[in-house]
């Protein structure tokens, strides 16, 4: 198995989705722990001194200007933990949460935190044995990070709150620890506050994010081809010479996947043949690599912001290459979230141009010779209909989805914290709309798929052939009398999901952008 290896400048978003979705095991390089011991020495020389220190002698947020003694700190520790811990509402599924513990891991192993060696080791410890804490949709405002998310996890480490096993199965905490064999923590000065301050829920969510809407994009090139060719479309739109003029790199690479596709097609370029020639194909299809290649740019410009974060310590205070302990904002979601709602509105807008090329495979009047909703018999049978009223409904989803959450802030903490990021619920709603993105691809894959083989006489191109016979294999049904609708929906959502379209389609094409 895999084996990640925390240091102390920050990780990849490959190691993030190995921890999170592969159970990769998680180790401490010697780096990291000498550096972890070095600002534990400066954090304890502080504790020592009458003066107070924020985090490591005083309380928190609105309540900082209380000056802790000695004898309660262990307590206050204990307490931030138990007090932050507050979240509501459904369970944060599992990989969300690994990866989420996984980034708190890789700020403490920076050196800046204080934390000592011991509960690093702990903390990896932890994912290492399948332990996941029960954490909850509802507590975080993005700002001071995660608190609440990152509190129930904080609290698993203590023995405390609730956690699932490696068997999928709820216990105490303190159960599955002792079954592991792991040692709760007894939480130090400024070690509570250190487990909770931090971006890494939303940060999680947008490497595994990112990962997903890149293969779909390749996807959505696919069936974007797949859709013209069904509509006996023009290929020579996508000519690399006509995108070099205008060089955003995710429109050559889409024009460049779509070509490829397309490759020796028997269907495109009768466009001109029929009784109503066509002078051009429609925005949906004719703009396909303009509004594919923005969100692929998007997503470029996402991975930068979210590299960055990767190498980031994000903590408040911070303990500093010269001892120094600061404190600082660093612990706001802005750069997230802002990244987070970019990709809502570029899936949102994918979804949008897809769900138009399926609705004029359906429509006989804009199909260009196909029959009515691509119904065998139409009038007797309905064809794919309502799959296109599922993929519409889809389709506005995503549209409700892709309104900002970091364009909200709501005050907290006594008006301490009164400007916040919500990149939490950025995060959150990216995940159901890159869900139904999926969704609303492989509807459109199962049409023009269809709309390919009523073309009868003519020959799709091989990469096309490639893709329906694999779809075919998957239980995908081709035309043919009305029959239960849902189940084939099921499995071309799995052949899309799972990137056997990718796969069949580059069996043919090579390796697409």
């Not at 001194?49 to 947020?61: A, I, L, M, N």
């Not at 903390?123 to 995660?146: F, K, Q, R, W």
């Not at 130090?188 to 250190?194: F, H, I, P, T």
Request: one cysteine or more; charged letters at 20%.
């Amino acid at each position: 198995m895999h084996t990640v290896v925390v240091g102390t400048s920050g990780t990849t978003p490959e190691d993030v989705i190995a921890v999170a979705r592969a159970n990769a095991k998680v180790e401490l390089s010697a780096e990291a722990l000498a550096a972890l011991a070095r600002a534990r020495e400066i954090v304890d020389a502080l504790a020592a001194k009458p003066e107070p220190v924020y985090g490591v002698s005083t309380g928190f947020g609105a309540l900082a200007s209380r000056h802790i003694s000695p004898e309660l700190r262990a307590q206050l520790q204990r307490n931030i933990v138990r007090s932050h811990a507050a979240g509501m509402g459904p369970r944060v599924e599992r990989e969300v949460v690994r990866a989420l513990m996984f980034l708190r891991l890789k700020t403490v192993a920076s050196g800046h935190t204080g934390v000592r060696p011991s509960v690093a080791q702990t903390m990896a410890d932890v994912l290492n044995a399948g332990i996941t804490p029960v954490v909850h949709e509802y507590g975080s405002l993005g700002c001071s990070g995660d608190l609440a998310p990152l509190s129930h996890c904080a609290l698993t480490l203590m023995g405390e709150g609730d956690a699932e096993g490696p068997d999928g199965v709820v216990k105490p905490a303190g159960e599955l620890l002792a079954a592991a064999g792991i040692e709760p923590v007894e939480l130090r000065e400024k070690e509570g506050l250190a487990l909770l301050n931090g971006t890494d829920g939303m940060l999680g969510m947008l490497c595994m994010a990112l990962a997903d809407l890149k293969k779909l994009y390749t996807s959505a090139d696919i069936t974007a081809a797949l859709s013209l060719e069904a509509l006996l479309g023009t290929d020579k739109v996508l000519a690399p010479e006509l995108h070099a003029i205008r060089p955003h790199p995710g429109q050559g690479a889409s024009a460049a996947n779509m070509l490829a596709v397309l490759k020796d097609s028997g269907l495109t370029g009768h466009f001109q043949e029929e009784e109503a020639p066509r002078v051009q194909d429609a925005y949906s299809v004719r703009c396909a690599p303009q509004v594919n290649g923005a969100g692929r740019d998007t997503i470029a410009y996402a991975l930068t912001v979210a590299e960055r974060e990767l190498a980031s310590a994000v903590d408040n205070p911070v303990v500093l290459a010269d001892g120094r302990v600061e404190s600082n904002g660093n612990f706001h979601g802005a750069p997230v979230a802002y990244v987070l709602d970019f990709l809502a509105i570029a899936a949102a807008d994918l979804g949008s141009i897809a769900e138009r090329r399926t609705d004029r495979l359906l429509d006989k009047n804009r199909s260009h010779g196909l029959p009515p909703f691509l119904a065998d018999d139409a009038g007797v049978d309905s064809g794919l209909m309502i799959a296109q009223y599922t993929q519409a409904a889809l389709v506005s989803e995503m549209k409700r989805l892709a309104v900002p959450a970091s364009a909200d802030s709501i005050p907290s903490s006594a008006m301490q914290e009164d400007h916040v990021s919500m990149g939490w619920s950025a995060a959150r709603k990216l995940r159901t709309a890159v869900d139904n993105l999926t969704r609303i691809i492989a509807v459109e894959m199962y049409a023009a798929t269809r709309g390919i083989e009523l073309r009868k006489g003519l020959t799709p191109a091989p990469a096309s052939q490639a893709a329906i016979t694999a779809a075919r294999a998957a239980g995908v049904h081709g035309p043919g009398p009305d029959r239960f609708l849902a189940p084939d929906l099921a499995a071309a959502d799995a052949f899309v999901r799972e990137g056997k379209l990718v796969a069949a389609v580059e069996t043919v094409t090579g390796r697409l952008a």
